[in-house]
Structure formats: C-alpha cells, structure tokens
Nanobody, 120 residues
Framework: QVQLQESGPGLVKPSQTLSLTCTVS??????????WSWIRQPPGKGLEWMGA???????YYSPSLKSRTSISRDTSKNQFTLQLTSVTPEDTAVYYC????????????WGQGTQVTVSS
C-alpha cells in the first residue's frame, strides 16, 4: 500500500517561498512509469494541478504557475518537494501530493493534504 504524507509550514507570509515535502512509503518514486504530482484546492474552488516530477526526474509544470514553481526530489529519502515563490493570499489552499499512474491525470494515491495559509 502506497502512502503519501505532506509536510511543511502551515503559514507563509506574502512574498515568501512556500516549501512542502511529500514523503512516500510503500513504493519508490523511481519506479517506472509513475508521476508524482502536486495538486491544490483553494477555499471554495476546484482542484488545480500544479506540476509533477516523473520516475526519471523530469519535471512538468502548469503554464499558469511555471514561473513560480519548482519540483525536485531526493531519491535517498523517497521524497519530492514543491517550492512556490512570491506567494500571495491567493495561494492559500489545501496542498496535496499525489501519484499519477501514467502522466495523464490518473491519480490513484493521495496524501491527506496540508492547509497552507498565506497571511502577514
């Protein structure tokens, strides 16, 4: 059973960088052909795919967030991370790390989600 767990600060000040880590257990992030994604849900809105890193370490980003987003991984810890720069209150959301089975949005395992609030 694959499990994903998000971790990071719950409160970030405007203009700062949001950093979250997803720790994966029960499966390796280098296993063919999985993609490891970050998805968020602002209050009262739908899910928004932010980006992903695949089994080979290649990264993919939402065009609307690409200029502010970076996803990386630490294979020794079986973790992948999200960095979102220059945050504003509009980045307040529940952030999820998710496994995608084929890079086509077929998500089979989700973390429980972590609330991040951007406020001074």
């Amino acid at each position: 059973q694959v499990q994903l767990q998000e971790s990071g600060p719950g409160l970030v000040k405007p203009s700062q960088t949001l950093s979250l880590t997803c720790t994966v257990s029960g499966g390796s992030i280098t296993t063919d052909f999985y993609y490891w994604s970050w998805i968020r849900q602002p209050p009262g809105k739908g899910l928004e795919w932010m980006g992903a890193i695949d089994y080979g370490g290649y990264t993919y980003y939402s065009p609307s967030l690409k200029s502010r987003t970076s996803i990386s991984r630490d294979t020794s810890k079986n973790q992948f991370t999200l960095q979102l720069t220059s945050v504003t209150p509009e980045d307040t959301a529940v952030y999820y790390c998710v496994r995608d089975t084929d890079g086509l949005g077929n998500h089979d395992y989700w973390g429980q989600g972590t609330q991040v609030t951007v406020s001074s």
